[in-house]
């Protein structure tokens, strides 16, 4: 029981925490008190359905007339994925870095042809512990001006940057959020992956590269970092990215093995922008070649339970074996969904329901009757 004094004082806060709180700020983890001075100031949206694949899905020009690359302002809104970043910068997104789901799904599609389902299935799980529901706003991160340590969830403002869940430890090109900056382009790690781009894919990073990379990077995570952690969906999340730079930052007009040069992974990564003349690829893609990367170097979903060099395998968590793919959506639902949003009601409970729908529709053909409902089975209570 909070006393009287407590009680004026959280108010105080809320209401502070209230008048600052932007329109894409997640509201996972908040309180019901919280909740309850938060809800009335936002402005509802109905949330606009996924779009469905595009008609054109060929080779095509993408670093166009009509998207240039500028940097981003000083509140502009960045993060730690380079694929996001990189559509703000050319304007295929917002320049502010804040959309909608259906926003983000049509800029992956068109800037980078990723494949539908999968584009619908990454993004609503995305918003549904990152972004603001009842507004039908996601952040790709937060503003490029504040700096430092993004909060962990529930986080009010951080939307991708939140070290939980999606944003994880042992990222390719950015630092864990032990040591402060989980999302800024981070030039150590980078050098790292072109030293082995040298190793190991003559100067180019190919499957080869996207494996050892991987498995070094879990090694240096577990070796200096006491709370490094790679369960699910995170687990799934550190493998497929090694598959993005191959599968999107491609040139699609590239013959032969797909590999990508330096020169381009360093415009991606650092600055968010498509090399000159860029065109994507010509096939709807999503993680193909993860399996490469998986099996080079086997590992269960795990954590450091005592500290550095105590990685131990988490038997809950769902691994990437093809028949426990829809355990890593039940997981989601039933534990990340459902404990930071334990009891909702009226609009939130509302626009939970439908985003949830949205989100087993895009694994319906893989997981036919196991849809989810964890609060009931209707979208209209
Ligand atoms: C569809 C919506 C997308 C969402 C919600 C999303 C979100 C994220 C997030 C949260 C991360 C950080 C994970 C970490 O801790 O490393 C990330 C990383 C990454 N994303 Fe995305 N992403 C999306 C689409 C894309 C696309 C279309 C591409 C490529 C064109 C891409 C490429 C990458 C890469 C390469 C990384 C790894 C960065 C690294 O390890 O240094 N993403 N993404």
Redesign the pocket.
Same mark, same amino acid.
């Given at each position: 029981m909070v006393s009287f004094v407590n009680f004026v004082s959280l108010a105080l806060a809320l209401a502070s925490t209230a008048s600052a709180f932007p329109a894409y700020g997640s509201l996972a983890g908040l309180t019901r008190e919280q909740l309850d001075v938060i809800l009335p100031r936002l402005e509802f949206k109905q949330p606009t359905p996924p779009p469905g694949p595009p008609k054109d899905t060929g080779v095509k020009l993408i670093n166009d007339a009509a998207h240039p690359w500028k940097a981003p302002g000083p509140s502009d809104i960045r993060?730690?994925?380079?694929?996001?970043n990189? +559509?703000a910068n050319h304007g295929y997104l917002p320049r502010n870095g804040v959309a909608s789901p259906a926003q %983000?799904?049509t800029a @992956?599609q068109e800037?980078?042809n990723?494949e539908n389902s999968f584009?619908r299935f @990454?993004?609503y799980?995305?918003?549904l512990i990152?972004g603001n529901l009842v507004t039908d706003l +996601?952040s %790709?991160g937060q503003a490029t001006n504040e700096t430092g340590p993004a909060p962990p969830a529930p986080a009010l403002a951080a939307g991708?940057d939140t070290h939980a869940l999606? *944003?994880?430890?042992?990222?390719?090109?950015?630092a864990d959020a032990y040591w402060g900056d989980?999302?800024s382009f981070n030039q150590t790690?980078f050098n790292e992956l072109m030293s082995f781009m040298d190793k190991y894919g003559n100067g180019r990073y190919n499957l080869t590269v996207a494996s050892e990379i991987r498995w070094q990077r879990i090694q240096d995570s577990m070796s200096t970092n006491p709370t490094f952690g790679l369960i699910m969906p995170?687990f799934f999340?550190?493998y497929a *990215?090694?598959t993005?730079?191959i599968?999107?930052?491609v040139d699609g007009r590239m013959t032969g093995t797909r590999s990508l040069s330096k020169e381009d992974a360093q415009y991606?990564?650092q600055r968010g922008q498509f090399p000159d003349g860029w065109h994507r690829h010509g096939v709807p893609s999503s993680t193909e070649g993860m399996d490469t990367v998986v099996n080079a170097h086997p590992i269960r979903p795990g954590s450091n339970t005592k500290g550095v060099n105590t990685y131990t395998a988490d038997p809950t968590s769902a691994d990437l074996s093809p028949e426990q793919f829809c355990l890593i959506y039940v997981n989601f639902v039933n534990r990340s969904v459902k404990s930071l949003y334990p009891n909702p009601t009226g609009v939130l409970l509302k626009v939970l329901n439908i985003n949830l729908q949205w989100l087993y529709d895009s694994i319906s053909e893989q997981c036919p009757g196991q849809q989810q409902f964890p609060y009931g089975n209707s979208t209209t209570q």
């Open positions: 993060g730690p994925c380079p694929g996001l990189t +559509l %983000i799904i @992956v800037g980078f990723m584009a @990454v993004t799980s995305a918003h990152d +996601l %790709i991708l999606f *944003e994880g430890d042992a990222s390719m090109t950015r989980n999302h790690l995170r999340t550190a *990215e090694t993005f730079p599968n999107f930052f991606f990564f």
